[in-house]
């Protein structure tokens, strides 16, 4: 497992022109809160708010970071917000090969080879993939070169018509939950990078899922699995594999880079699928 610079960043930078006010409206616009909501929950006033929303008053980087604190700001964001407002960002960014970062990359080692041999992998804003295990490589046997090329891109790899997608069994449901997760991310960073990342994925055409009883292959369960989430069926040398995925962030990171960050680990779904990556291990 290998772990490499994550690719194009996800630009936050504040529209030219436009104060804090404006943007902190936004905001609060987005989380659906009033300016006494806001103001009771960072103890302040809606009269001041107000002014800040308006222009009539500078906020202090105290202000703004407790504002955006409450308004659940992205980190990248937050520095938008302090730029604006005319102070210095307050969070750094730090490349992931930076020796600063020498501790979290050997984390994330440890853990993606920890969870051998399932499926895992760590992305950045963007989906671009940055660190991943042999489960994943495994996966990916068969996909064209031109894909593979750095950065990988998580989302490109899935829903390309040469990548994973002809492999999916229950392409069109999990197209769609892939495509509501990238909606939600675009709502949350307001990030261009992103939205032509969706428009290039959801264009992509869409064949007919693989066939679910007729042509079953040998080593799939007969029987019915109960999912408690929407697994992921994927083909792989004539056997059909179920994953459930789960996604994890870092809590109350300090850096811009780590906070965009996100490991994806696949948990077997059945039987089957657990007995067969671990006879690959064999």
């Not at 222009?55 to 937050?78: C, F, I, K, Q």
């Not at 399932?118 to 046997?141: C, F, H, K, Q, S």
């Not at 994953?243 to 059945?270: H, K, R």
């Amino acid at each position: 497992m290998t772990i490499v610079p994550p690719g194009t960043n996800v630009s936050a930078a504040a529209p030219a022109g436009q104060g804090v006010g404006p943007l902190l409206r936004g905001w609060r616009e987005r989380r659906r809160m009033s300016q006494l909501e806001l103001a009771l929950r960072a103890g302040s006033s809606a009269r001041h708010i107000s002014f800040v929303e308006t222009g009539r008053s500078r906020p202090s980087e105290e202000m703004v970071l407790r504002l955006a604190e409450h308004l659940d700001v992205p980190v990248r964001e937050r520095n938008a917000l302090l730029l604006a407002a005319g102070h210095a960002p307050h969070y750094p960014q730090t490349p992931l090969d930076d020796p600063a970062l020498d501790a979290l990359r050997a984390g994330l080692e440890r853990l993606l080879q920890g969870y051998e041999p399932y499926p895992a992998l760590v992305m950045d804003a963007r989906y671009d993939v940055v660190a991943a295990n042999r489960g994943i490589t495994m996966l990916l046997e068969g996909v064209p070169e031109s894909l593979l090329a750095p950065p990988l891109n998580a989302m490109r790899l899935t829903l390309h018509p040469r990548g994973l997608a002809p492999r999916i069994r229950n392409l069109r449901e999990w197209r769609g939950h892939l495509l509501a997760q990238m909606e939600r991310q675009i709502a949350l960073y307001r990030s261009a990078p992103l939205r032509e990342l969706y428009e290039e994925v959801a264009a992509y055409p869409v064949a007919e899922d693989g066939p679910t009883t007729a042509g079953r292959p040998v080593d799939e369960p007969a029987d019915p699995v109960h999912h408690f989430a929407l697994p992921m069926l994927i083909e792989h040398e004539g056997r059909v594999l179920s994953f459930i995925s789960s996604v994890a962030t870092f809590n109350t990171p300090m850096d811009v880079t780590v906070a965009e960050l996100a490991v994806e680990t696949f948990l077997p779904a059945d039987p089957a699928t657990v007995k067969y990556l671990h006879s690959l291990m064999d």
